[in-house]
T-cell receptor, first 116, second 116 residues
Framework: DTAVSQTPKYLVTQMGNDKSIKCEQN?????MYWYKQDSKKFLKIMFS???????INETVPNRFSPKSPDKAHLNLHINSLELGDSAVYFC???????????????FGSGTRLTVV | AQSVTQPDIHITVSEGASLELRCNYS??????LFWYVQSPGQGLQLLLK??????LVQGIKGFEAEFKRSQSSFNLRKPSVHWSDAAEYFC??????????????FGTGTLLAVQP
């Protein structure tokens, strides 16, 4: 009964490869996110989708492409992987909020991507 | 621009001692503030959050935090630390994006070590 699940948990791949990370939530949330945690543990938002619509797209290379087939899934596809892409990628979900009321994220356990 | 500062990169306390982790934020409006904990190799777990009302908020695992608008601070406290509290702690502010609060901006984290 995992709330936000990511697969795979670990991913080791060579430079230049294309890889995908999958995320699914069963909380009934309508907004999903991808965050990147670098080697210094700094967390930064990459993308956010609300009801399958892209609402946040931070300065991320075009090699990163999120895809949301429905509001319970948000996958991250990365083309032509580079050494600098090595990081932990976290998926999260929440309920869209117009600035009031309960608000918070539920995070997945992360995917550790290592590019060699 | 919104930002979060956690001045202490690393803190060591003795088991049973009290704990205070500092967090300062920069945000133009009333902030939504959060504390998350990340255990080694794990995702982020929400400890507590502040939206409005009582400036002293209680969270899980015996943690509390106090919002001080005059100091732009949201420090996390615990009266007696347990060895299982050793983890990385992140303060975050909920930032407006497109009219709604749906983007978390994180501090750089404080790594807590607990001595027996």
């Amino acid at each position: 009964d995992t709330a936000v699940s990511q697969t795979p948990k670990y991913l080791v791949t060579q430079m230049g490869n294309d890889k995908s990370i999958k995320c699914e939530q069963n909380l009934g949330h309508d907004t999903m996110y991808w965050y990147k945690q670098d080697s210094k543990k700094f967390l930064k938002i990459m993308f956010s989708y609300n009801n399958k619509e892209l609402i946040i797209n931070e300065t991320v290379p075009n090699r990163f492409s999120p895809k949301s087939p429905d509001k319970a899934h948000l996958n991250l596809h990365i083309n032509s992987l580079e050494l600098g892409d090595s990081a932990v990628y976290f998926c999260a979900s929440s309920l869209w909020d117009r600035g009031l009321g309960d608000y918070g994220y539920t995070f997945g356990s992360g995917t550790r991507l290592t590019v060699v | 621009a919104q930002s979060v500062t956690q001045p202490d990169i690393h803190i060591t306390v003795s088991e049973g001692a009290s704990l205070e982790l500092r967090c300062n934020y920069s945000y133009g409006a009333t902030p939504y503030l959060f504390w998350y904990v990340q255990s080694p190799g794990q995702g982020l777990q929400l400890l507590l959050k502040y939206f409005s009302g009582d400036t002293l908020v209680q969270g899980i695992k015996g943690f509390e935090a106090e919002f001080k608008r005059s100091q732009s601070s949201f420090n996390l406290r615990k009266p007696s630390v347990h060895w299982s509290d050793a983890a990385e702690y992140f303060c975050a502010v909920g930032a407006l994006y497109g009219g709604a609060t749906n983007k978390l901006i994180f501090g750089t984290g404080t790594l807590l070590a607990v001595q027996p």
